[in-house]
């Protein structure tokens, strides 16, 4: 996806020797990321055999993109793709920033080792409105990172846009609120604030910025590019119990590749999904739930019996509870019948 590609930033190819450390941007604007302090400046861990180069940030190191004309960063929507492998730190890791001040007027992402990112759009440290909650973790708005998977080795790629309008919050109060945003931002990788030790922890590989929100089909194809490069696959795809995948149709662990599931022979689904697709590194649908079903209650002479869900007619099963007809018995956690009470 090249159409409105303004940052495009790789590990390979760093000039960690210059007077001022540079990111070359492979979009074709040069040095396009620098940072002029030694003692803000990461360092860089080489690439082994079958590892990519990557930025090394240990906490205080940030590298700022100039706001120049050739660059403009500054734009009505911007879509980021990030790609990094965190350390276990658990708190004040902040992979990407943009703002006045790197964070306190803009928008900062904030990543708890392990766990998801959250982004937040600030006004002087106050969140604003729908974007995130107070741990950063759950994502509520539409113009604010909608993405997020997980590698199972612990590599994470994330990508997300924010609009320059009032409701996205992108800059405002004494800088521009409406679009098209032109303020003095600075759009930061690797720390959110000047100073201090909130920085990211681990190890940035690609940075990629768009100045439009993409399609779903650029989208993919940016998400598809990264999953090749770094060879994202699903983790392994493991039913829950009384649930298995049928011989012969789990065709791989990639994007596009499915299985499908079926329950144990005597046992029936109560929920979940029977298809289960790899997309970007994450399985859609739900697990499988499987329960063996009741057997057939025949009720005793002047009684009714109880043997069929009243919302389907279905066989009832150990794991129906409610909406059922419980007189006078009603079924069990061992798929037998109990005596209602």
């Known amino acids: 996806v090249t159409g409105n590609l303004q940052l495009h930033l790789s590990a390979a190819g760093l000039s960690p020797t210059d007077a001022v450390f540079s990111w070359p941007d492979l979009s074709g604007h040069g040095r396009a990321v620098v940072q002029t302090s030694p003692a803000r400046q990461p360092s860089v861990r080489a690439g082994a055999a079958g590892v990519h180069p990557a930025l090394r940030f240990d906490g205080t190191q ?117 679009a098209p945003v032109t303020s003095d931002v600075a759009l930061t990788v690797g720390a959110a604030t000047t100073g201090g030790g909130n920085g990211l922890r681990g190890d940035m590989y ?47 662990a990639t994007t596009g590749d499915a299985c499908d599931l079926e329950c144990d022979d005597g046992f029936q689904r ?26 057939l209650l025949r009720a005793p002479e002047n009684f009714r019996g109880c043997r069929e869900r009243v919302v389907d007619n279905a066989l009832a099963s150990a794991a129906d509870v409610a909406g059922m ?10 798929a037998q019948w109990a005596v209602a009470a």
Request: glycine fraction near 8%; include cysteine; hydrophobic fraction near 35%.
């Open 62 to 178: 940030v590298l700022s993109l100039p706001d120049e004309d050739d660059l403009q960063p500054n734009a009505d929507a911007l879509t980021v793709l990030l790609m990094f492998r965190p350390d276990t730190i658990k708190s004040n890791m902040y992979p990407l920033a943009k703002g006045s001040y790197f964070w306190s007027r803009g928008w900062s992402c904030l990543l708890y080792g392990f766990g998801p990112i959250g982004c937040r759009t600030t006004d002087e440290n106050d969140a604003r409105q729908g974007t995130v909650t107070s741990s950063f973790n759950d994502i509520t708005h539409p113009h604010v990172w909608q993405w997020n998977v997980r590698h199972p080795n612990g590599v994470s790629y994330q990508d997300g846009w924010t609009d320059g309008s009032d409701e996205g919050w992108f800059d405002h109060d004494q800088w521009y609120t409406f």
């Open 206 to 252: 690609e940075v990629m910025v768009w100045n439009v929100e993409l399609t779903p089909a650029q989208r993919a194809d940016a998400l598809a590019y990264v999953q090749a490069k770094y060879s994202i696959t699903c983790p392994d795809l493991h039913p829950a119990a009384h649930a298995h995948i049928k011989a012969g149709t789990c065709n791989g």
């Open 270 to 295: 109560v929920s979940g999904s029977l298809l289960r697709s790899c997309s970007y590194g994450a399985w859609t649908g739900a697990p499988l739930v499987c329960a063996r079903p009741c057997p």
């Open 325 to 334: 007809q419980t007189s006078p018995a009603r079924p069990r956690e061992d």
